[in-house]
């Protein structure tokens, strides 16, 4: 790579991570603003932000110029057997997603950041299960350290110095439950994508992220409505009365959008090593960033918890490849 190929991939990094940082930004105030875990509007928030990529989406379509890449994209033409498919994948995505704010809703960024470091697990644990695809020896040995540094998280002192388990409950579901959703949609997008000629029907990265937030803004609907439809007339009015929570939503919906792509493009151009390295230095850039910010600093407990579950992430995330060389070492050998 040359100079100028590097410059734009370091330009990539910084506006992935910047854009994820701000996305926890603006979603935690959000949901600050509307009562937090007390409040009536975590789902509806949620399904907002979709609702702005989805719009995002519309827009990129009908104008033809992607504003990320600020290449054309055009709407793809799929028969109803592949948006049935593709909407298959963006349900599993929505869900992630509505667990992702609910778990953040609960409890605090950090927190929430260091539960959902244990996506791993579920992982593994759906693509043995349904999928009867289970890791290799070597990803599964590197499972209990996550599973450990989460536990280390929820460790909480009394006042005689003993530790006890102490968490937010439903901030420990709700990650749970987004990394399920996210497990069933890493498998889903790998079977999908693989059926013949989707691909190219779908035609780009970009649009396959359009067709989910489209298709999973749709498939909210319902469920915001039943879980919080009662106080939706109390959301338009907030929104009206309350331009900065009206902002942060649709921010928080905007650098949604934005990160997920440019998280996309920038692994594309990366190594394994490269991209397991990023994603491992943008959970703790999140982490320790957000926590600043919102004033709820780390504690002992959640500092190690976080430092053992992302550790293990890499490890798992690199297993594969540091056993197979040894391995290969041995051949040859």
């Known amino acids: 790579m040359g100079l100028a190929d590097n410059l734009k991939l370091g330009l990539l990094f910084a506006l992935w991570y910047l854009g994820n940082y701000y996305y926890n930004i603006y979603n935690k105030t959000a949901l600050n603003e509307a009562g937090g875990k007390e409040g009536p509007f975590a789902y509806t928030i949620a399904t907002y932000q979709l609702a702005v990529g989805a719009v995002w989406a519309l827009a990129t379509w009908v104008t033809t110029i992607n504003p990320i890449t600020l290449g054309r994209q055009i709407m793809p033409k799929l028969s109803f057997a592949d948006c049935k498919s593709v909407s298959v994948l963006a349900v599993w995505s929505a869900w992630a997603h509505l667990g992702s704010v609910l778990c953040m809703n609960a409890g605090s960024v950090a927190f929430g950041q260091i539960v959902k470091a244990a996506e791993p697990v579920f992982a593994a644990t759906v693509n043995t299960v349904f999928y009867s695809k289970p890791p290799s020896m070597a990803k599964a040995m590197m499972l209990p350290i996550i599973v450990l540094g989460v536990a280390i998280a929820c460790l909480k002192p009394d006042k005689e110095g003993n530790y006890k388990v102490d968490f937010e409950v439903a901030a420990v579901l709700a990650g749970s439950f987004a990394n399920l959703a996210a497990a069933f949609k890493g498998s889903e997008n790998a079977r999908i994508m693989s059926a013949p000629g989707l691909k190219e029907r779908i035609g780009s990265v970009g649009n396959q992220f359009a067709l989910s937030q489209v ?3 749709i498939s909210l609907i319902p469920v915001m409505l039943f879980m919080e439809g009662g106080y939706f007339m ?100």
Do not use: Q, W
């Open 234 to 333: 109390d959301f338009i009015k907030l929104c009206k009365s309350n331009p900065v929570f009206l902002y942060n939503c649709t921010m928080s919906g905007v650098t949604f959008y934005a990160y997920n792509e440019l998280s996309t493009m920038t692994i594309k151009h990366t190594s394994a090593v490269t991209a397991s390295v990023a994603n491992t230095a943008k959970r703790v850039i999140v982490i320790v960033g957000t926590a600043v910010a919102l004033g709820k600093p780390l504690t002992f407990e959640e500092m190690v918890g976080s430092a053992v579950a992302i550790s293990g992430v890499f490890m798992y995330s690199l297993a594969d490849m540091l056993f197979g060389a040894k391995k290969d070492d041995k051949k040859k050998n």
């Open 215 to 217: 298709f999973g803004f």
